[in-house]
């Protein structure tokens, strides 16, 4: 069974950067059918697509936040990674990693884990 | 960018009534749309697939229909269980959201 795990600071100052890792089990991130994708969900409100990668690195990223996102793989370790900077309470949110299957929808979810900015 | 709007925002409904939820696309995605359910504190559980697949495990209560711009979530009979937040999703290009709708106990 897939498994996806999130991982990371809860705590992020304003204007630093955002990093978390997700690490996936029980299937290989190489595979070529799949991208892996960030979303969040600030407190309260609806689920933002942050942006997606596959396993040599091909990215796609919302264009609202592409200034400030990047979304990185290791496939040794199995896991990819997502860097928000200059954050701002805005970007205050659950992020959940989630397997991005190719011109599909996102369809294995990490729990999400909650990063709050503040100082 | 493509945008997903749904109405209503929040849907009051009887246990055991239908409950419609809608949700309208800015530009054709064909049947590119899911449905997900949410509960507090848990990630979406994916509902629909395609505009009209049920996924694994979900009871045939639920029904999706619609193409291009229009679609629409049905919910027969409902169950205490059903009361939660659904989103509407885009994958025609990349990924975007609606904004929401709670169905809530009346």
């Known amino acids: 069974q897939l498994q996806l795990q999130e991982s990371g600071p809860g705590l992020v100052k304003p204007s630093e950067t955002l990093s978390l890792t997700c690490t996936v089990s029980g299937g290989s991130i190489s595979s070529r059918t799949y991208y892996w994708g960030w979303i969040r969900q600030p407190p309260g409100k609806g689920l933002e697509w942050i942006g997606s990668?596959?396993?040599?690195?091909?990215?796609s990223y919302k264009s609202s936040l592409q200034s400030r996102v990047t979304i990185s793989v290791d496939t040794s370790k199995n896991q990819f990674s997502l860097r928000l900077t200059s954050v701002t309470a805005a970007d205050t949110a659950v992020y959940y990693c989630?397997?991005?299957?190719?011109?599909?929808?996102?369809?294995?979810w990490g729990q999400g884990t909650l990063v709050t900015v503040s100082s | 960018e493509i945008v997903m709007t749904q109405s209503p925002a929040t849907l009051s409904v009887s246990p055991g009534e239908r409950a419609t939820l809608s949700c309208r696309a800015s530009?054709?995605?064909?049947?590119?749309l899911a449905w997900y359910q949410q509960k507090p504190g848990q990630p979406p559980r994916l509902v629909i697939s395609?505009?009209?697949t049920r996924a694994t495990g979900v009871p045939a209560r639920f029904s999706g229909s619609g193409s291009g711009t229009e679609f629409t979530l049905t919910i027969t009979s409902l169950q205490s269980e059903d009361f939660a937040v659904y989103y509407c999703q885009q994958y025609n290009v990349w990924h975007t959201f609606g904004q929401g709708t709670k169905l809530e106990i009346k």
């Open positions: 990668i596959n396993y040599s690195g091909t990215t």
């Open positions: 989630a397997r991005d299957p190719i011109g599909s929808y996102p369809d294995y």
């Open positions: 530009q054709s995605i064909g049947s590119s």
């Open positions: 395609g505009a009209s």
